[in-house]
């Protein structure tokens, strides 16, 4: 192999004249374990320069009130966390000093918590993390699901418009929002009956702010085996925190269409129907 050679002729070292594209060569080298076939390199830039950007530009109270919304004003700051650019400590201290009121920045402090409170969970769960913590809730068995993500997934191939967006996404940047990723952790563990492991690897191999803690916890948490129920969504919820970047027509998204209480029975089948609750908005 390549890096075998590389290697024998001394380290290789990153060079102050060379481009990105050189880098990205370079990073692959030193990467062997990567699939030959996934040739995409995020635009997204590093280093504490960019976090600095990134920790000036955040405005609580936007985000307190557009934070589920794909379009909302997200800090994409996840990468720089879970690299070690910057700490919980360094975005909770910028949170509260961009507000005069430290209620206003409850949403994102509150975000902030959750985030250690999966650390603190992954240094006692170790590899148990990858376990079913609890039992289903869904009515069907572990043995019920599919152990492996199929290529339609894998290649942003569904025919779902919207998951094939956010696949896509996935794959060309590294990121999605947290919003965009229930969404398809929904559609493959309950749409599709894949069991969550399959989607949090996965999420792994291509998120740039991918942790085990974070990740795994979230895709239990959608699958109801670290959570009192399965979440799920609808074609309409999709529709309303979308925004205008991604395809939610009905004719190209058919599937994710219909009530609540209509999915929760083609989804769960075995477990009693939902009584309707009207006026009841669902996020």
């Not at 700051?77 to 879970?82: D, Q, Y």
């Not at 190209?252 to 209509?262: A, F, T």
């Amino acid at each position: 192999m390549a890096i075998s050679s590389n290697i024998r002729r001394g380290p290789i070292r990153l060079t102050p004249d060379m481009d990105r594209a050189a880098i990205a060569a370079l990073a692959r080298t030193l990467s062997p374990h990567l699939r030959d076939d996934d040739r995409y390199v995020s635009e997204t830039r590093g280093g504490r320069a960019e976090a600095n950007v990134r920790l000036a530009a955040i405005d609580p109270v936007a985000y307190g009130r557009t934070r589920n919304h794909l379009d909302g004003a997200v800090t994409q700051l996840s990468s720089f966390i879970t690299h070690g650019v910057v700490s919980l400590p360094d975005v909770r201290d910028r949170v509260l000093g961009a507000v005069d009121d430290p209620a206003e920045a409850q949403k994102m402090v509150q975000q902030l918590a959750w985030r250690d409170y999966w650390q603190r969970l992954y240094r006692s769960l170790g590899a148990g993390i990858w376990d079913d913590l609890e039992p289903y809730k869904t009515g069907f068995e572990p043995s019920d699901y599919a152990d492996d993500l199929p290529d339609d997934i894998k290649n942003a191939q569904t025919g779902v418009a919207a998951m094939d967006h956010f696949i896509s996404e996935l794959l060309t940047t590294g990121w999605m929002h947290n919003h965009a990723r229930l969404y398809l952790a929904s559609y493959i563990c309950h749409f599709r009956r894949i069991k969550w492991q399959a989607g949090a690897r996965f999420f792994l191999t291509h998120l740039l702010d991918g942790d085990p803690a974070s990740n795994n916890l979230s895709w239990q948490w959608v699958a109801s085996t670290f959570s009192h129920k399965p979440y799920y969504f609808n074609l309409d919820n999709l529709q309303r925190f979308a925004g205008d970047n991604v395809d939610t027509a009905y004719h190209r998204n058919k599937l994710l269409s219909g009530s609540y209480e209509d999915l929760h029975l083609r989804l769960f089948p075995n477990l009693p129907p939902i009584v309707p609750q009207p006026n009841k908005a669902k996020t």
